[in-house]
């Protein structure tokens, strides 16, 4: 009987429910950082703020900084409200992603969120990315403008991650949608991950492919991050084993897709701030991976951007998008 009890504290702990179809969290309890995080890196480059429930991290010439939860993950809803650093950030990269690269080295899972510096007088941007299985040569990137200034004050970005889709949103706005297809095979992310959160220099890409870089006459680049939400299905580091959570009560409550309003929202969005995805990269696929959906639209915005990229062109002025570090797509325009 004891066993029996102990099983079943064991699901309820570790089974949560997703309640998010709307991409909120504001039903969802806030950690406190030690209730769900560690140090990862950047020794006094961290401090935490507010009872707890509040944390900076700081790029200097020394280094950055960085935190990552406590436990494994395999499907949730995952969340922070960030303020990002101001002024001349360019070759700053804030990271607000899920990843298992340290267990799994050569076929890692990842979902990301990147924010990329820029020079005084531009915006920061936003950079989406996902791999799975060790996909690293096919970049899934999509980066994006934000119609707010993110250094000003917090915004909510968040991460909805289960069996068959992927779902990234920014202040309750999806901004992006990844379907699993059978073509995908292991490309979708399938095995657990911790959810990380970093700053650190990227100057050899992140900012016109490099040309301008971190100027740390302006250091201390501060982000800071507050409304920390973990809420998934945790795993067991040793055994890699997980309740599925698929009781009744959490199978009514996961997302079973986009509402029409949301999708509404979400087309404005990439209408309007949209500025690359791979899909439409005509010099580094001839054809689309073949998860893409293509918008004759989104496509004929994307060429009027960037005619070399997305038309085809054979002059190639820019320079290609590669992974740099753990990280990703080099970003080639302000």
Request: hydrophobic share 30%; aromatic share 12%.
């Amino acid at each position: 009987m004891a066993k029996l009890v102990n099983l079943f504290v064991h699901v309820l702990l570790t089974c949560c429910v997703l309640v998010l179809a709307s991409g909120s969290s504001g039903n969802l309890p806030i950690l406190s950082f030690d209730e769900g995080y560690s140090h990862l890196f950047g020794e006094n480059n961290l401090m935490i703020h507010k009872d707890g429930k509040s944390v900076h991290i700081s790029l200097d010439e020394r280094t950055g900084a960085g935190f990552v939860s406590q436990d494994l993950y395999l499907h949730g809803f995952f969340s922070a409200s960030i303020k990002l650093p101001a002024d001349y950030t360019a070759g700053v990269v804030v990271a607000f992603y899920m990843s298992n690269g340290d267990i799994y080295e050569k076929n890692h899972d990842e979902l990301d969120f990147e924010f990329l510096g820029n020079i005084r007088g531009k915006d920061w941007r936003i950079q989406t990315n996902i791999y799975g299985n060790g996909s690293t040569s096919v970049g899934r990137e999509e980066r994006y403008g934000l119609w707010f200034d993110p250094s000003e004050d917090f915004h909510q970005y968040s991460i909805l991650w289960t069996e068959n889709q992927i779902i990234f949103y920014v202040d309750n706005v999806p901004i992006r949608e990844i379907k699993r297809t059978k073509a995908m095979g292991g490309d979708f992310p399938s095995k657990p991950m911790s959810l990380y959160s970093t700053i650190w220099d990227g100057s050899d890409w992140a900012t016109n492919g490099g040309k301008y870089r971190v100027n740390y006459k302006y250091a201390p680049y501060v982000a800071e991050f507050s409304e920390l939400v973990l809420h998934g299905c945790t795993v067991d580091p040793i055994e890699q084993s997980s309740t599925k959570c698929d009781n009744a009560q959490s199978s009514k409550s996961i997302p079973t897709g986009i509402t029409s309003e949301q999708r509404a929202k979400m087309e404005g969005f990439r209408k309007k701030h949209m500025q690359y995805s791979y899909c439409y990269d005509k010099i580094r696929y001839k054809a689309p991976p073949s998860e893409c959906v293509i918008d004759p639209r989104e496509a004929e915005r994307l060429r009027g951007f960037d005619p070399v990229t997305f038309g085809g062109s054979r002059r190639r002025h820019g320079k290609r998008h590669h992974r740099s570090r753990s990280s990703r797509a080099e970003a080639t325009s302000i």
